[in-house]
């Protein structure tokens, strides 16, 4: 990972957990000031924090749910009082979930609360801060929750427009248009 400016400001959802942790302490090396997020665990939150702060780094710790908008909203306004927020790595999820056979109507409302209102809540209010701040440069990335059973989480990112630029490569182009013998 680059190295990040240090004045930048990353809040990491979910910063609480061990994939969320990992994340805040890469961050972290990398220079940036990390916020660590939890839902209703602060003090685990606290020690990832206690972490990056003995490594050298910045971190805070919060607690809030992000299901909730109101709260969330209050949050950050706090938060988005000492700067902009560059970063924000939309990483909180609910463990509690099934497969949809066994799902109740609850669970998935749960899981629907955390995973997309969430993100609203947390992404939409970040927007315009983040658009006025000195760099406009946007990635998005989202990792899918892997089961034990899988090998490994599938990622997906995206970046500014492809080399492509919208076209096919020459190669795929002749390939596409040639009769198949």
Do not use: Y
Not at 23 to 50: D, K
Not at 147 to 163: E, F, I, M, Y
Request: hydrophobic share 45%; proline share 5%.
């Amino acid at each position: 990972m680059a190295d990040i400016d240090n004045k930048r400001r990353a809040l990491v959802t979910g910063g609480s957990g061990d994939l969320g942790g990992a994340i805040c302490r890469r961050l972290a090396a990398a220079g940036a000031q990390v916020i660590v997020h939890a839902n209703g665990n602060l003090a685990r939150a606290q020690a990832v924090a206690a972490e990056i702060a003995a490594a050298g780094g910045s971190a805070q710790a919060v607690a809030f749910d992000v299901a909730d908008g109101e709260a969330t909203a209050a949050a950050l306004d706090g938060l988005l009082a000492d700067g902009p927020i560059q970063i924000v790595v939309n990483n909180a999820g609910v463990h509690d979930d099934a497969p949809m056979a066994g799902m109740d109507a609850a669970r998935w409302r749960r899981v629907i609360d955390v995973s997309l209102h969430g993100f609203f809540h947390v992404t939409q209010p970040l927007l315009l801060p983040m658009a006025s701040s000195a760099s406009r440069r946007w990635r998005r990335c989202s990792a899918t929750v892997a089961r034990p059973t899988t090998r490994r989480p599938r990622r997906r990112c995206t970046a500014p427009r492809s080399r492509w630029r919208g076209r096919w490569p020459a190669a795929a182009s002749a390939s596409m248009s040639s009769p198949r013998a």
